[in-house]
């Protein structure tokens, strides 16, 4: 703690953002091979691919196949409450029932002294945000491509009884070869009966519905408007309610105040229309989404480059 205090002032402003206390105890690195404890099986650290709110995120290898996979490990000083750990075991015991080649395929969890420890299937292109990032937006027949993916994916989940309740491009991964799997299960639930409304939730959606926000009571039609907000941004570059204040977007989100740019198809407009209805009910049903002219009038590619993520893909030239 001393050396940080003795730094000159210039040191400390060409370096930043040293933290004026370390904490008592910093957590460990993530160990560089990784094992199960009940099976022994080892995996070696790789790159890392991300950070979320808890969680990092790294290539891990399983050392006796070679098969590589993604390890999300959350340290459990860092989850110490237990409403965080109750969060993670949900999304564990959600997850892990899952199968479908649209949903990112869970492998296994297990837990050392230091670290919890999730083996999912690597998505080596990264997330739909970052590529959306990089391209600011897509055209007409990438998003035909992606969403038909995602509503695979979504009706899957729904067949399943289960809600995702924060689809998000950032929650939309890529393989290498640009297959489109959902993940992170972190705000799912599973419906237990019918007419088994939620009230409640913990964590904050990124494309929140208007249900959701009234605490009226929310179920599948919560990710059917998502899917609407989804494909607003993909094909306008920016979410249809964003502001500069979140009090103002919920406001906007309440009396589905939104305006579409002009470069936008009838199409299109006509079924973000649709979808993007403030009355739960009155929302299309993923088929009636698939079925609808966006998708069936237009050009839909059986597989996309992996250099879409970086340029503008060119069709039939
Ligand atoms: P958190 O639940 O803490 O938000 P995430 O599940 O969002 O953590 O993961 C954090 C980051 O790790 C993501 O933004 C992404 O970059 C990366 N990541 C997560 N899952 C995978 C995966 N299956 N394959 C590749 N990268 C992933």
Redesign the pocket.
């Known amino acids: 703690e001393q050396g940080v205090l003795l730094v000159t002032k210039e040191a400390s402003e060409s370096k930043k953002k040293i933290p004026p206390e370390l904490p008592k105890n910093l957590p460990k690195e993530c160990p560089s091979v990784i094992v199960d404890p009940e099976t022994g099986v080892r995996y070696r650290r790789g790159r890392l691919?991300?950070?979320?709110?808890?969680?990092?995120?790294y290539?891990v290898i399983q050392m006796d196949t070679k098969r590589a996979f993604?390890g999300?490990v959350?340290n459990k000083q860092r989850i110490s409450k237990p409403n965080q750990r109750a969060k993670m075991q949900r999304?564990i015991a959600v997850h892990c029932q899952l199968r479908h080649p649209n949903i990112?395929a869970f492998h296994k969890h297990f837990d050392d002294e230091e670290n919890f420890y999730i083996i999912?299937?690597?998505?080596?292109q990264?997330?739909l945000a970052?590529i959306l990032k990089l391209r600011r937006c897509f055209t007409e027949p990438e998003v035909r491509y992606f969403v038909l993916q995602i509503i695979d994916g979504l009706r899957y989940l729904h067949n399943s009884c289960v809600i995702h309740r924060d689809l998000k491009l950032?929650?939309m991964?890529l393989t290498e070869n640009m297959e489109v799997?959902i993940?992170?299960f972190?705000l799912a639930t599973k419906v237990e009966f019918e007419g088994d409304e939620k009230r409640t939730m913990c964590g904050t959606p990124n494309y929140i519905a208007p249900e959701v926000l009234d605490k009226v009571g929310h179920s599948f039609e919560a990710d059917v408007w998502a899917i609407g907000c989804i494909l607003y941004t993909m094909l306008v570059g920016r979410p249809p309610f964003e502001t500069e204040s979140l009090k103002e977007t919920y406001t906007r989100i309440k009396r589905t105040s939104y305006s579409f740019p002009s470069h936008l198809s009838q199409a299109a407009k006509e079924l973000i229309t649709d979808i993007l209805t403030s009355k739960p009910e009155n929302r299309p049903s993923l088929d009636e989404i698939a079925s609808h002219k966006f998708f069936t009038g237009g050009f839909v590619p059986d597989a996309l480059s992996p250099s879409a993520c970086h340029s503008t893909p060119e069709f039939g030239v």
Request: charged share 30%; proline share 0%; with cysteine.
């Open positions: 691919l991300g950070k979320g709110g808890f969680a990092r995120c290539e993604a999300k959350v999304e990112v999912l299937e690597l998505c080596s990264k997330s970052q950032g929650n991964f799997k993940g992170d972190g």
